[in-house]
C-alpha cells in the first residue's frame, strides 16, 4: 500500500453549484476511500407542517427544490389525497403528468449542460439551455412560473390548459426534436465525450440495487426501477419503457439521461392524444388522518413523501427522502477506484440536487 | 393508483435480524425517517420490492440506543446520522458515524422539539 494523503473536494468547488464536501482519501491520483459530508444548508423545511395547514403547506413543499419543484407538490397533494380517499378528476391526472414530464426534460437539459461544462464543452452547454428556455416558455405559459409553478394543489390542480395550446405544445415539442438529436449525439457519440467518461465511476448492478441508488443513476447500472411504472397520475393508462443501460459507468448516467428526453416527449405526445374533458380539480374539506408513503419519479429518481396526520389541519409529520440524499452512498462506492482528475465529473454524473437533500 | 405498503412493528432487540431478513428476500432499502409521537419516537425502515412497500417500525423513547443497520445496508448510515442529529437518539455501530456533524444545526436536535401554532 502507497502512502495516503486526504485532499478535501467541496464544499465550495467549480463543477458545484450547492455544497457539498467530500473527503478524497488517495493513493498516488487514485481515489481508495471517500467520506461525505453534507449539512451546509439544512433548512428544517419539513418542520413547518406544525406551523403551516396542510393545504397551504403544498407551497413549502414546493420549494424544496428549484428544479423538481412541481413534483414536490404533485407527490405532497399525492400523498395528501391517498391518506383522505380523494379521487382527483381524470384531467387533472393527465395535466399532473404532462408538467412532471415538463420538469424532466427542463432538468435533464439543465443537467446535460452542466455536464458539458464540467467537460469543456461551453457550446454545448449554451445549446442545452436555449433548448431548457423553450421547456421553460411553456411552463411558464401554463403555470404561471418558470421554476416555481405553484399549480398543484390537493384534490387537483389550479390550472387548465386549452386544447389549442396543448396543440401547440405539441408541436413545440415535436420541432425541437431535430434539435435535440443534434445535442444528445454529442453526449453519446463523440470520441471525446465517449473516452473521458466510458469507465469513470462504475457502480455495479449489485452495488446500485442495495446501496439505494435510484433514477439514472440506478438505471444506469442495469436496475430497471422507474417509479412511474406504478402508475400514479396518469403514468397507469400510458405506453413507456424505462431506459435502462448496463455498464454503470459515467457514460451510462449521462446516455439514460439524454435517451429519457425522448421518452418525456413521447409520454406528454400521449398525454395530449389521450387527455379527457372535464374538471381539473374537486372541492376538498376535512383534514387527513393517518399516514401514507408517496412516490414519484422526478429527473433524479424516487422521490418518497411520507404524511402522518392526526385530522387536524396540521400534520404530525412530513418527511422526503430525496433523491440526491439516498445516491450519496452510492457516490461513495463509485469513486472508489478513481482518478483525482475524474472526480468531478463523476461527481457531476449522479446529478447531485443539494438543495434537495437538504430541504 | 398506489402501490401495495405495509407497516410492520418490531422490537428494537430484532431489528437487525429483521433487516437482514429483508435484505436476504432480496428488498431495497428505501429509506428510514423518524416520527415524534407525543413523547414516543417511530422510526419507519422502509423496503421495497417490485414495487410493494415494507415499512418495519420501531417505536421508542429519546434515550433509547438504537442498534445500526448499516452492516447489513451500507447506506443506512446517512439516516442514521439524520436521525441522530435531527431527533438526539443514538444509533450505535454505525459504519460512518459523523458523531453529530452531519447536519449543522443552530438548535440541537432541531426536530425533537414540537413547535405549536403560537410559536412556543
Request: negative net charge.
Given at each position: 500500500?502507497?502512502?495516503?494523503?486526504?485532499?478535501?473536494?467541496?464544499?465550495?468547488?467549480?463543477?458545484?453549484?450547492?455544497?457539498?464536501?467530500?473527503?478524497?482519501?488517495?493513493?498516488?491520483?487514485?481515489?481508495?476511500?471517500?467520506?461525505?459530508?453534507?449539512?451546509?444548508?439544512?433548512?428544517?423545511?419539513?418542520?413547518?407542517?406544525?406551523?403551516?395547514?396542510y393545504?397551504?403547506?403544498?407551497?413549502?413543499?414546493?420549494?424544496?427544490?428549484?428544479?423538481?419543484?412541481?413534483?414536490?407538490?404533485?407527490?405532497?397533494?399525492?400523498?395528501?389525497?391517498?391518506?383522505m380517499?380523494?379521487?382527483?378528476?381524470?384531467?387533472?391526472?393527465?395535466?399532473?403528468?404532462?408538467?412532471?414530464?415538463?420538469?424532466?426534460?427542463?432538468?435533464?437539459?439543465?443537467?446535460?449542460?452542466?455536464?458539458?461544462?464540467?467537460?469543456?464543452?461551453?457550446?454545448?452547454?449554451?445549446?442545452?439551455?436555449?433548448?431548457?428556455?423553450?421547456?421553460?416558455?411553456?411552463?411558464?405559459?401554463?403555470?404561471?412560473?418558470?421554476?416555481?409553478?405553484?399549480?398543484?394543489?390537493?384534490?387537483?390542480?389550479?390550472?387548465?390548459?386549452?386544447?389549442?395550446?396543448?396543440?401547440?405544445?405539441?408541436?413545440?415539442?415535436?420541432?425541437?426534436?431535430?434539435?435535440?438529436?443534434?445535442?444528445?449525439?454529442?453526449?453519446?457519440?463523440?470520441?471525446?465525450?465517449?473516452?473521458?467518461?466510458?469507465?469513470?465511476?462504475?457502480?455495479?448492478?449489485?452495488?446500485?440495487?442495495?446501496?439505494?441508488?435510484?433514477?439514472?443513476?440506478?438505471?444506469?447500472?442495469?436496475?430497471?426501477?422507474?417509479?412511474?411504472?406504478?402508475?400514479?397520475?396518469?403514468?397507469?393508462?400510458?405506453?413507456?419503457?424505462?431506459?435502462?443501460?448496463?455498464?454503470?459507468?459515467?457514460?451510462?448516467?449521462?446516455?439514460?439521461?439524454?435517451?429519457?428526453?425522448?421518452?418525456?416527449?413521447?409520454?406528454?405526445?400521449?398525454?395530449?392524444?389521450?387527455?379527457?374533458?372535464?374538471?381539473?380539480?374537486?372541492?376538498?374539506?376535512g383534514a387527513p388522518d393517518?399516514?401514507?408513503?408517496?412516490?414519484?419519479?422526478?429527473?433524479?429518481?424516487?422521490?418518497?413523501?411520507?404524511?402522518?396526520g392526526?385530522g387536524k389541519r396540521?400534520?404530525?409529520?412530513?418527511?422526503?427522502?430525496?433523491?440526491?440524499?439516498?445516491?450519496?452512498?452510492?457516490?461513495?462506492?463509485?469513486?472508489?477506484?478513481?482518478?483525482?482528475?475524474?472526480?468531478?465529473?463523476?461527481?457531476?454524473?449522479?446529478?447531485?440536487?443539494?438543495?434537495?437533500?437538504?430541504? | 393508483?398506489?402501490?401495495?405498503?405495509?407497516?410492520?412493528?418490531?422490537?428494537?432487540?430484532?431489528?437487525?435480524?429483521?433487516?437482514?431478513?429483508?435484505?436476504?428476500?432480496?428488498?431495497?432499502?428505501?429509506?428510514?425517517?423518524?416520527?415524534?409521537?407525543?413523547?414516543?419516537?417511530?422510526?419507519?425502515?422502509?423496503?421495497?420490492?417490485?414495487?410493494?412497500?415494507?415499512?418495519?417500525?420501531?417505536?421508542?423513547?429519546?434515550?433509547?440506543?438504537?442498534?445500526?443497520?448499516?452492516?447489513?445496508?451500507?447506506?443506512?448510515?446517512?439516516?442514521?446520522?439524520?436521525?441522530?442529529?435531527?431527533?438526539?437518539?443514538?444509533?450505535?455501530?454505525?459504519?460512518?458515524?459523523?458523531?453529530?456533524?452531519?447536519?449543522?444545526?443552530?438548535?440541537?436536535?432541531?426536530?425533537?422539539?414540537?413547535?405549536?401554532?403560537?410559536?412556543?
Amino acid at each position: 500500500m502507497g502512502k495516503q494523503i486526504t485532499v478535501p473536494f467541496g464544499p465550495q468547488h467549480p463543477v458545484l453549484p450547492e455544497p457539498i464536501h467530500l473527503d478524497l482519501v488517495l493513493e498516488d491520483e487514485t481515489v481508495v476511500d471517500a467520506i461525505p459530508s453534507i449539512g451546509y444548508v439544512h433548512r428544517g423545511l419539513e418542520k413547518l407542517v406544525e406551523k403551516r395547514e396542510y393545504p397551504e403547506y403544498i407551497y413549502v413543499a414546493e420549494r424544496i427544490c428549484g428544479i423538481c419543484s412541481y413534483i414536490h407538490s404533485n407527490t405532497y397533494a399525492e400523498c395528501i389525497e391517498q391518506i383522505m380517499h380523494i379521487e382527483v378528476p381524470e384531467r387533472a391526472k393527465y395535466l399532473r403528468t404532462i408538467w412532471s414530464e415538463y420538469s424532466r426534460l427542463h432538468s435533464h437539459l439543465l443537467w446535460l449542460g452542466l455536464f458539458a461544462d464540467g467537460m469543456g464543452f461551453e457550446s454545448v452547454f449554451m445549446n442545452a439551455w436555449r433548448l431548457r428556455e423553450h421547456v421553460l416558455d411553456d411552463m411558464e405559459a401554463t403555470t404561471g412560473g418558470r421554476v416555481i409553478q405553484g399549480v398543484c394543489k390537493v384534490g387537483g390542480v389550479r390550472k387548465d390548459i386549452a386544447p389549442e395550446k396543448l396543440d401547440e405544445m405539441l408541436k413545440g415539442l415535436k420541432g425541437m426534436e431535430h434539435e435535440l438529436r443534434d445535442l444528445t449525439n454529442v453526449f453519446l457519440n463523440d470520441a471525446s465525450v465517449i473516452h473521458r467518461l466510458r469507465g469513470a465511476g462504475v457502480l455495479s448492478t449489485e452495488d446500485a440495487y442495495y446501496l439505494g441508488a435510484v433514477g439514472p443513476t440506478a438505471r444506469a447500472s442495469g436496475v430497471p426501477i422507474d417509479i412511474r411504472e406504478t402508475g400514479y397520475n396518469a403514468y397507469g393508462q400510458i405506453n413507456f419503457k424505462p431506459v435502462v443501460e448496463t455498464s454503470g459507468d459515467s457514460y451510462a448516467r449521462c446516455a439514460v439521461r439524454a435517451k429519457e428526453l425522448y421518452t418525456s416527449i413521447d409520454i406528454i405526445e400521449q398525454c395530449i392524444k389521450k387527455i379527457p374533458d372535464g374538471p381539473v380539480d374537486i372541492k376538498v374539506t376535512g383534514a387527513p388522518d393517518g399516514e401514507f408513503f408517496a412516490r414519484a419519479e422526478q429527473p433524479r429518481g424516487e422521490v418518497v413523501h411520507y404524511i402522518k396526520g392526526n385530522g387536524k389541519r396540521n400534520l404530525v409529520r412530513h418527511r422526503v427522502r430525496t433523491p440526491t440524499f439516498t445516491n450519496i452512498p452510492p457516490l461513495v462506492t463509485l469513486l472508489k477506484g478513481c482518478q483525482l482528475a475524474d472526480v468531478p465529473i463523476v461527481v457531476l454524473s449522479i446529478d447531485p440536487c443539494i438543495g434537495c437533500a437538504e430541504r | 393508483m398506489a402501490a401495495e405498503q405495509t407497516t410492520v412493528p418490531i422490537g428494537v432487540g430484532e431489528l437487525v435480524a429483521k433487516t437482514a431478513e429483508m435484505k436476504k428476500n432480496g428488498c431495497r432499502l428505501v429509506q428510514i425517517g423518524c416520527t415524534k409521537v407525543g413523547d414516543d419516537y417511530e422510526i419507519n425502515y422502509v423496503f421495497d420490492k417490485d414495487y410493494a412497500l415494507t415499512n418495519l417500525r420501531i417505536t421508542v423513547k429519546q434515550d433509547t440506543v438504537v442498534p445500526s443497520v448499516s452492516s447489513v445496508y451500507f447506506g443506512a448510515f446517512v439516516y442514521e446520522n439524520e436521525i441522530h442529529d435531527l431527533y438526539g437518539i443514538t444509533v450505535t455501530g454505525m459504519n460512518i458515524d459523523f458523531g453529530g456533524h452531519f447536519y449543522r444545526t443552530t438548535v440541537k436536535t432541531p426536530f425533537a422539539v414540537t413547535i405549536t401554532k403560537e410559536g412556543s
